[in-house]
């Protein structure tokens, strides 16, 4: 499989005209992983504190000059000087269609107040932490993968990510992969660490070695037998979950039919839900 990654470091364009935006962050690096997702990093507000999971509101000036804002993951840890975020791009989508154009050196707004169930602090303690996503949906979890409180707090972590395409999942299996040799989680928890990362990528639509819906993979109990773990329970798994409307209501039923309950920051259960998207007439 050819990875068809192009990556954009050009420099800005010295007499690119940039507004002067409100909350303006400056855009460091942008990679395009498909014709429908991309992502980029931007300069961090030193006052901007997160943890690891959250969301803020990132846009830009829309045509009537007001700032067109949505809501977005913040992919990196909270650890990071800079600010990861991975984009769809939708064709006709307001912001979208045009952020996807973004080069280095432009920049975006980034409203600093992170808010987001996604987080460490929403579950009750356990023994495995498992993320299920979608899509973009990864976006939460590329953060929480990246950020040592959650092998501080969990034996093992499961990334299951599900994309319809092979080339839908790249960006998860590189950002897998390079957490192997990552400096701060080896310094921590010594070279063996990443053993404790378990990652089942699937594809829906297209052939690839593990195929098939999150959903349908655990309720076969197939993704349980291919990680050799015992079937979900209460007593040992918790679970955060981000995709579609659709996506988060089939795997809240999963959950809930293995014995778990759906908690929230102020009342921490075994599983957190997050929407990757307000969907089309929703
Ligand atoms: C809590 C939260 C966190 C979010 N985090 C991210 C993120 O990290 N990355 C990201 O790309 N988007 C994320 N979104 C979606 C994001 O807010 C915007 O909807 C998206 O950037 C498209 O904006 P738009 O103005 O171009 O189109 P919109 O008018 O916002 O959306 C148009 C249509 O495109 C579809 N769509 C929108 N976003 C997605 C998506 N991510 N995947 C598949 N289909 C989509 C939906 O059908 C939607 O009705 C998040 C949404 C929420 C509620
Ligand atoms: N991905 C593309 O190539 C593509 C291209 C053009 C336009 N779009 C449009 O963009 C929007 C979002 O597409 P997307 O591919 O990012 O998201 P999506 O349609 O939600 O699909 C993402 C993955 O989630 C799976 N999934 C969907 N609903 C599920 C559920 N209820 N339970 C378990 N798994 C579920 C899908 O499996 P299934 O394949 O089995 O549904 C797919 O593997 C859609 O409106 C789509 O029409 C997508």
Request: charged share 25%.
């Amino acid at each position: 499989m050819t990875l068809d990654i192009a990556v954009n470091d050009a420099a800005p364009a010295p007499n690119r005209e940039k507004p002067h935006l409100p909350d303006a962050q400056t855009v460091t690096s942008v990679q395009h992983w498909t014709d429908r997702l991309f992502s980029f990093r931007v300069t961090r507000p030193a006052s901007l504190r997160f943890r690891s999971g959250e969301f803020v509101m990132i846009g830009l000036l829309g045509d009537n000059g007001k700032p067109l804002l949505r809501a977005y993951s913040i992919a990196s840890p909270n650890w990071d000087e800079e600010l990861e975020f991975y984009s769809i791009k939708v064709p006709d989508g307001p912001l979208t269609s045009k952020l996807q154009h973004i080069q280095v050196g432009d920049e975006i707004i980034l409203r600093p107040k992170p808010v987001g169930t996604l987080v460490l602090d929403a579950l009750l303690p356990g023994k495995r932490l498992w993320f299920l996503a979608t899509g973009t949906g990864i976006a939460p979890f590329a953060s929480l993968m990246r950020d040592p409180e959650s092998y501080e707090r969990f034996e093992q972590v499961v990334m299951m990510h599900t994309c319809r395409t092979a080339d839908e999942l790249n960006y998860g299996r590189e950002l897998v992969e390079n957490l192997k040799s990552d400096p701060l989680l080896t310094e921590i928890y010594g070279e063996n660490f990443h053993k404790r990362l378990l990652y089942y990528p699937t594809t829906t639509r297209e052939d690839s070695p593990l195929m098939g819906r999150i959903t349908d993979n655990m309720t076969s109990g197939k993704v349980f037998s291919d990680l050799g773990l015992p079937a979900m329970n209460p007593e040992e798994d918790r679970a955060m979950i981000c995709g579609s409307l659709a996506f988060n209501v089939d795997v809240k039923a999963v959950l809930e039919g293995f014995g778990l309950r759906e908690g929230a920051n102020s009342e921490p259960k075994e599983f957190v839900v997050e929407k990757a998207f307000v969907g089309d007439g929703i």
